[in-house]
């Protein structure tokens, strides 16, 4: 096999092509070097940046995904040829940058942030600028704090465009209520020196908690006040959604007041529940003058207890029966009678409160009463069916309505 390779590397050899192979691939590993080289750079910063608790999180994470990609594809790629290598190169050195100065950005902001946190308690512990600007620099603190916030895939020129942004805008502010100079001080030994600037912001705060436990101690009819109202808004705030839910469980349950008294149950408990969407469904009925008749909160019984505390406990789920239910249901029995050759009495309806859903039964009985005359009826069959036509909707209309 050996004297067959060597027959055929010695047919194929060609001098020029093997040292122009040789060449490029030198040529290659010696950009290739460069990009260890830079990769060597860029793990020692990351080391270095790493290892300081003020480095955002999002810039240890790309940072060392960085890497990573990177001595992947020094691995992968031995044999990439010196155009690929310049091409990967140019394209670390750009990312490397923008991560670099990425993370400058996010470290002046979240920086910044502190120490606007820092201004904000100095300024209530010694009483520094008016109430309106230090509401005025909480603005500014808030919507920094909430862009730090939302910036979990920070872009560089996004964040670049914010900061400038803040800093000419809080800069002006600063300038005008003379903390200018203070503010300054405070940034760059957050910059200089993160260690101290933590250090004193944790000795600032433990001082304004103790003027703050001090001060509490102390009756002050002001926050007294503010107490009460906060309470007294929540309280309130509460029992008027409890209301409210419990208003539209009472116009879903008396919605369903031609259903059984178990139906009527679970409207009033899904109406509580979804009463913010059926609030909505019934400002339509309202505006349309289809609003359902409210006969009581609950109306599940017609039944009057005899003691006044029976009385007292039921009175939200009792109901009186309605005029125009009763006189639609007449006015079928009786139509239905006549379809049969008989005659119904209205003065044999008890309480409808439970008929409206057995309509059917009470036809049924009726019928059975009627079984003798059955025959005699036979020719009015086709009056019968003339007459079902009208009160079928009615019938309907009283399911729906009663």
Do not use: H
Request: hydrophobic letters at 40%.
């Amino acid at each position: 096999m050996s004297i067959v390779a060597d027959s055929l590397r010695s047919a194929t050899y060609n001098p020029e092509a093997e040292k122009a192979i040789a060449a490029d691939r030198e040529k290659a590993n010696a950009v290739r070097k460069q990009i260890q080289d830079n990769l060597d750079n860029f793990n020692k910063f990351f080391v270095e940046v790493s290892s300081k608790s003020t480095t955002p999180k999002w810039t240890v994470k790309t940072m060392d995904s960085f890497i990573k990609e990177i001595q992947t594809w020094l691995t992968k790629n031995g044999d990439a040829s010196e155009q690929v290598c310049k091409a990967k190169l140019e394209e670390i050195k750009k990312r490397g940058s923008e991560i670099i100065f990425l993370n400058m950005y996010l470290f002046v902001n979240e920086s910044f942030e502190k120490v606007m946190k820092f201004m904000l308690t100095e300024f209530e512990q010694k009483k520094l600028l008016s109430k309106a600007d230090r509401e005025k620099y909480n603005e500014f603190y808030t919507e920094l704090k909430n862009f730090n916030a939302s910036n979990t895939n920070p872009k560089l020129v996004d964040t670049k465009i914010f900061t400038d942004k803040f800093g000419k805008e809080i800069e002006t502010f600063s300038k005008q209520k003379g903390i200018w100079d203070r503010q300054q001080t405070l940034i760059q030994t957050a910059f200089s020196n993160p260690d101290k600037f933590e250090a004193d912001f944790g000795a600032i705060e433990q001082q304004a908690q103790a003027a703050k436990a001090e001060e509490d101690k102390k009756f002050s009819f002001q926050r007294f006040t503010k107490k009460v109202t906060g309470t007294a808004t929540t309280v309130i705030g509460s029992l008027f959604y409890v209301v409210f839910c419990f208003t539209i469980g009472m116009f879903a349950a008396n919605q369903a007041i031609g259903r059984e008294p178990a139906y009527r149950v679970l409207y009033f408990i899904y109406g509580a529940i979804f009463a913010p969407l059926l609030s909505i469904y019934y400002l339509y009925l309202w505006f349309n003058n289809k609003s359902p008749k409210i006969y009581t909160m609950l109306p599940l019984t017609q039944s009057m207890p005899e003691t006044t505390i029976g009385k007292f406990f039921m009175f939200p789920f009792l109901y009186k029966e309605d005029k125009t239910a009763r006189d639609l249901l007449v006015e079928f029995l009786t139509q239905s009678a006549e379809a049969v050759g008989k005659t119904f009495d209205p003065k044999t309806l008890g309480s409808i409160g439970n008929q409206v859903e057995t309509v059917a039964e009470n036809l049924k009985n009726l019928a059975a009463e009627t079984k003798e005359g059955i025959e005699e009826a036979l020719p009015k069959l086709n009056q019968l069916r003339v007459n079902t036509i009208e009160p079928l909707p009615k019938l309907n209309q009283l399911r729906v309505n009663a």
